[in-house]
């Protein structure tokens, strides 16, 4: 990847998230392919092909969640895999918060998004801890080595 291509993603990026944050549906599904291929690993079901279910996606999400704002916490890139952290926010139209987390990877070419794999998640309303969170994975409850009320710090040798 050249210089020029790796400045281009970058600003494929920035328009990205200014459209999302303008809420310009027009503005936003001009930067993807109109092949667009989207992936989200964790939930295969929600794969689909073409921009214009781009553009049905993120009609529904600015209608649904009327001052969404989005965040590129981190953009680094990786030959041509461009891998952005994001925080977005705002309050559905029926008044829940709205808070997601997640990483997106995206591959651009001459200045359109082609494909994307995401991982993106509601951040969670309430904390479930992670002996919980293994348990639900694993069926097995692991042994905590600490009281998480009561932190304990292994000792340096005097």
């Known amino acids: 990847m050249t210089p020029e291509e790796r400045r281009d993603a970058s600003v494929v990026i920035d328009r990205l998230a200014a459209a999302m944050n303008d809420h310009d549906l027009d503005r936003m599904v001009a930067l993807f392919h109109p092949d667009y291929d989207s992936r989200q690993p964790a ?9 214009e279910q781009v553009r049905a996606n993120w009609g529904a999400m600015f209608a649904g969640v009327p001052d969404f704002s989005a965040e590129v916490v981190r953009f680094v890139q990786d030959g041509e895999l461009n891998w952005c952290e994001w925080a977005w926010h705002g309050t559905r139209s029926d008044a829940q918060s709205f808070e997601v ?17 995401l991982y993106v998640e509601d951040v969670e309303q309430e904390p479930v801890s992670i002996e919980d969170a293994v348990e639900g994975l694993s069926g097995t409850r692991p042994t905590s080595p600490t009281s998480p009320t009561s932190p304990t710090r292994p000792t340096q040798p005097e």
């Open 101 to 117: 987390r997640g990483v997106t990877l995206f591959e651009i070419r001459d200045g359109l998004i082609v494909a994307g794999t």
């Open 43 to 51: 939930h295969p079901g929600r794969a689909f092909v073409g921009r």
